[in-house]
């Protein structure tokens, strides 16, 4: 079984920066989409951002193109999302997932068996 424990929000000003890390463990497959999501209350949840393990691949919404970076530290078992230049529509619970994949990889949340607790930030203006 997968557990991902996400950490690293917070509270910032617009315009600032934060580094969200996802701690993974119990990998039992070769290969995995890992991918960062948000929900902004009264929101659905989106995918921001995903990277196929396997490959390295990697995937952005447009909305976060050239603000948002996802990496991997395959020695830590942990997922990283910068986000730079944040905007008050950031805001919102960002959650870490994954799923098993021979090949597979997106951003579409229903695809995703495994989450994490979700992280808070919060961007003032």
């Known amino acids: 079984q997968v557990q991902l424990v996400e950490s690293g929000g917070g509270s910032v000003q617009a315009g600032g920066s934060l580094r969200l890390s996802c701690a993974a463990s119990?990998?039992?497959?070769?290969?995995?989409?890992m991918g960062w999501f948000r929900q902004a209350p009264g929101k659905e949840r989106e995918g921001v951002a995903a990277?196929?393990?396997?490959?390295?691949?990697?995937y952005y919404a447009d909305s976060v193109k050239g603000r948002f970076t996802i990496s991997q530290d395959n020695a830590k078992n942990t997922l990283y999302l910068q986000i730079y230049s944040l905007k008050p529509e950031d805001t919102a619970i960002y959650y870490c997932?994954?799923?098993?994949?021979?090949?597979?990889?997106?951003?579409?949340?229903?695809?995703?068996?495994?989450w994490g607790q979700g992280t808070q930030v919060t961007v003032s203006s």
């Open positions: 119990g990998y039992t497959y070769n290969s995995y989409c």
């Open positions: 997932a994954a799923q098993r994949s021979n090949w597979w990889c997106g951003l579409t949340p229903e695809q995703f068996n495994y």
């Open positions: 990277i196929f393990t396997g490959t390295g691949r990697i």
